[in-house]
């Protein structure tokens, strides 16, 4: 999950090259994103599989804004970017 800096927009995807994704986002590529400037990583799931990613990412989307942002703070009370501090 993404979001802008200011934290009001949201972004939810599924990828399997996640720096590749999220230089995409950086960089203002990910049309239906850039213009509300979703550059900060904040919360990440790894699944085995993609149909277990997209699946909840199905879930995650279908969430009310208030639950995505629980489930954000029980994980990254801060919402430090975690781009550096996961791999690839």
């Known amino acids: ?3 802008s800096a200011t934290g009001r ?3 939810i ?3 399997t090259d996640m720096a ?3 230089a995409e986002h950086r ?3 990910v049309a239906h ?8 990583l904040i919360f990440v799931e790894h699944f085995e599989t993609a149909p277990e990613a997209i699946a909840r990412e199905k879930q995650l989307k279908g969430w009310r804004r208030s639950k995505k942002i629980f489930l954000i703070n029980q994980a ?3 919402w ?3 781009s550096g501090e996961i791999g690839s």
């Open 20 to 22: 590749r994704r999220l």
């Open 33 to 40: 994103t850039a213009k509300y400037r979703i550059n900060r």
């Open 13 to 15: 995807g599924v990828t």
């Open 1 to 3: 999950m993404m979001a």
């Open 76 to 78: 990254n009370p801060d």
């Open 80 to 82: 430090r970017d975690l």
């Open 27 to 29: 960089a203002g590529q």
């Open 9 to 11: 927009a949201l972004y």
